[in-house]
């Protein structure tokens, strides 16, 4: 509403102009003046006096900037008590440079048909929105108060989400994805270059936007207000001004006008001399290596850490972490995510303990400082005393001793007491998961989740990339089954390049088979890829997110286009591939026995299928526990589906990370699930999990949990029953 005002007052000033009538006025501040014409366009300059604690800096400043920008005229600001000159003041890194602090004076001139309002605008903000503004919540849940609650680290005690078992006590590292390397290289179409360089900024905006969302959710809109700063980075005019130059005057391609671009302005703060605002140059650098990565195409980039530390970052991407080395990284902590969101997923795919869902302060931690966590309860510490590291020291030794215990017997087969076999397969993403899930004993894969292919690019894999890809798992694996699960991009792991249109809900949208289904070329460049790999090799397909029996008969169509075309092409391919669904939708589970005779096999999908019975967001930790898949709700859909799968003579498989959750292994067992797939380092300890266990009493208590009425009381129940 601020903006169409603006943008009203603005065309009514001209039009006074050229009725040769004096613009409206509608509040003056009492220091404007108008100093001599500059020109045909009204000039308008106010001195103000900055009196909020933070002076332009962080979210003062992005505010500053943001109001700057809502008007048409040129505006510039000049920090009069350091002497500076006047800078661009809808530019955040121009702004940020002029160190205005608390008690300083400023002076700002708008020159254009809306100086007027723009100049009363930047005056109220400064001399009461900013002041009157409440501080943010200090960011620590439990420890002494900070001074200065919106920059100072965090002490004490934190409380996260629980995402992978293990204690880490080391030094903290702060993750900033790697930049990939640019060569100084010339283009010979500067206007192609330029629009190569804009697309790659528009994703970048909407991946910042994603995580700001989340990271609002989870804490606040104080704590999310940091990615505020990074979006105006990307709008700042001096850095785009700066690329531009680059690159039609230099003739430099996009990857290295932007870089140059964005290391000019990271130096211009490195050489100040406030400590805050040197800080600064970190997040430029953030910045403009998203758009870097995005340009490239570079999907992986080594973490380098030269000795072993725990791993702080806002969140971990596939990429970012797909040379992750556990020997080096001793724990993950990061800001944003629920326990089943992908970066928990990843954290324990990795084994390496850790929390997600911090909140934004975690990222505050000075680099080095002190960090322990306990991935089993959430917890984080900074700078832990002598007595409470000795404590979780030991309870780290006796967990590391079972985890020993377990790996012996990774490679013998999952047997009850009474002789039922139970298969153990993996959940992974790609070549490196598979041949860890190898070493870790699994009889093969469960899921291979193929939209990390697709992520972290700007176009989507070709029909031969992806050859290789499946080709190389399925290798890997070697007899082993490999479920390979077609891309199911939407919810939380969006691909911008994609899905362009923005959701109100977008677990609740165009996801998994939906969006296949709406762009088939992608669907059917996949089947193509995976019948052609599945040429000597052990490849079953599966379908996600399928509701109801049409979506499932459609993309059965697609695939038969896909077997006629290389038939046709006279290209070797596997022409009977089992099909299979993911059961991860309520309605799949209630219409398991229309689905179950159009395929040969179900994968119950617990992350899904409890976020939407239960109505709670797997990502938001603020409803983790009613998203818990021991929900009798969740158990009773799940006896269902299997019910269902008996009938039609067809296997079911469990893929939710419950398959992986100690308590849940007998349930499962009991209600006759046949294969559990789990994360790769989980596997030795399911397969224990399930030798300790007779199907009897398994399948006796699952009759009874499906008789309670929470995921709590299944919880007792059966941690009751498995005690020794
Ligand atoms: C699930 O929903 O349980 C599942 C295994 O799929 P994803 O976690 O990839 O959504
Ligand atoms: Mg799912």
Redesign the pocket.
């Known amino acids: 509403m601020e903006t169409v005002l603006a943008e009203a007052r603005a065309a009514l000033t001209a039009k006074s102009a050229q009725l040769g009538q004096a613009p409206p006025q509608a509040i003056a501040p009492e220091e404007a003046e108008v100093p001599a014409e500059r020109g045909a366009l009204p000039t308008r300059s106010v001195r103000l006096t900055v009196r909020n604690p933070l002076g332009l800096h962080a979210r003062p400043a992005a505010r500053f900037v943001t109001t700057a920008a809502r008007f048409a005229s040129n505006i510039t600001v000049q920090n009069l008590t350091r002497g500076t000159q006047a800078v661009n003041a809808k530019s955040i890194n121009q702004v940020a440079t002029l160190g205005v602090q608390q008690g300083h004076e400023i002076l700002v001139t708008a020159e254009g048909p809306d100086a007027e309002e723009a100049v009363v605008a930047l005056a109220h903000l400064v001399e009461h929105e900013l002041v009157e503004e409440a501080p943010p919540p200090p960011p620590v849940l439990e420890g002494p108060p900070s001074a200065t609650p919106e920059e100072a680290p965090p002490t004490g005690h934190l409380k996260g989400i629980p995402a992978s078992q293990g204690i880490a006590i080391g030094p903290a590292y702060l993750y900033h994805p790697a930049a990939p390397e640019v060569p100084r290289r010339h283009a010979e179409d500067p206007e192609a270059e330029w629009q190569r360089l804009q697309q790659a900024i528009r994703t970048a905006k909407e991946e910042i936007q994603a995580l700001r969302t989340r990271a609002a959710r989870q804490a606040g809109e104080a704590e999310a207000a940091i990615f505020d700063a990074h979006l105006l980075m990307l709008e700042d005019p001096t850095l785009l001004d700066l690329a531009r130059k680059h690159l039609f005057e230099e003739g430099l391609s996009a990857e290295a006008a932007w870089k140059e671009a964005v290391d000019h302005i990271a130096a211009e703060y490195r050489s100040l001399e406030n400590p805050y605002q040197q800080a600064r140059a970190a997040d430029v650098a953030d910045v403009g290596q998203r758009v870097l990565r995005l340009l490239t195409g570079v999907t992986v980039h080594p973490l380098r850490l030269e000795k072993p530390a725990v791993l702080i970052a806002a969140d971990l991407t596939p990429s970012d972490t797909a040379q992750l080395d556990p020997e080096q990284v001793l724990g993950i902590c990061t800001a944003v995510g629920g326990p089943?969101s992908h970066s928990a997923?990843l954290a324990r795919a990795l084994g390496i303990p850790a929390v997600v869902g911090v909140g934004p302060a975690i990222l505050r931690v000075p680099e080095g400082a002190e960090v322990a966590l306990d991935g089993s309860t959430g917890d984080v510490w900074v700078e832990p005393d002598e007595e409470l590291k000795l404590k979780l020291s030991k309870a780290h030794a006796r967990w590391q001793a079972q985890q020993q215990a377990e790996q012996a017997a990774a490679h013998l087969e999952a047997v009850t007491t009474d002789g039922h076999r139970v298969a153990v397969v993996a959940?992974i993403r790609g070549l490196a998961d598979a041949r860890l899930a190898v070493e870790h004993g699994a009889e093969g894969v469960g899921?291979l989740?193929t939209e990390f292919l697709f992520l972290e690019r700007l176009s989507p894999p070709s029909e031969e990339e992806q050859v290789e890809v499946y080709q190389a798992i399925a290798e890997a694996l070697g007899t082993r089954p490999l479920v390979v699960r077609t891309f199911?991009i939407g919810g939380d792991k969006p691909v911008p390049y994609i899905s362009r249109e923005p959701e109100a809900n977008p677990f609740l949208g165009l996801r998994g088979i939906r969006l296949a289904l709406a762009r088939p070329e992608l669907l059917k460049t996949q089947l193509r890829a995976l019948l052609r790999a599945g040429h000597g090799h052990h490849i079953k397909i599966m379908f996600p997110m399928v509701a109801e029996r049409r979506e499932l008969l459609e993309a059965r169509a697609i695939l038969q286009e896909a077997r006629e075309e290389l038939e046709r092409e006279g290209r070797p391919f596997a022409p009977e591939v089992e099909v299979g669904i993911?059961v991860?939708v309520p309605a799949a589970a209630e219409l398991a026995d229309a689905l179950a005779p159009e395929v040969d096999f179900f994968s119950i999908?617990?992350?899904?299928?409890s976020q939407y019975a239960m109505a709670a967001d797997r990502t938001n930790p603020r409803v983790a526990p009613l998203a818990d898949a021991l929900h009798p709700a969740i158990l009773r859909l799940i006896h269902h589906t299997v019910e269902a799968a008996r009938q039609a003579g067809i296997w079911v498989g469990v893929?939710?990370e419950v398959a992986g959750d100690p308590l849940a292994v007998p349930l499962l067992v009991g209600l006759g699930v046949d294969e559990l797939s789990v994360n790769p380092p989980a596997v030795p300890a399911v397969k224990n999990t399930v030798r300790r266990l007779s199907l009897q009493s398994a399948q006796k208590l699952a009759a009874e949990a499906l008789e309670m009425d929470s995921a709590q009381a299944v919880r007792d129940h059966v941690a009751a029953a498995l005690q020794p």
Do not use: Q, S
């Open positions: 089943t997923i959940n899921l989740r199911d993911m991860e999908g617990t992350n899904d299928l893929c939710g």
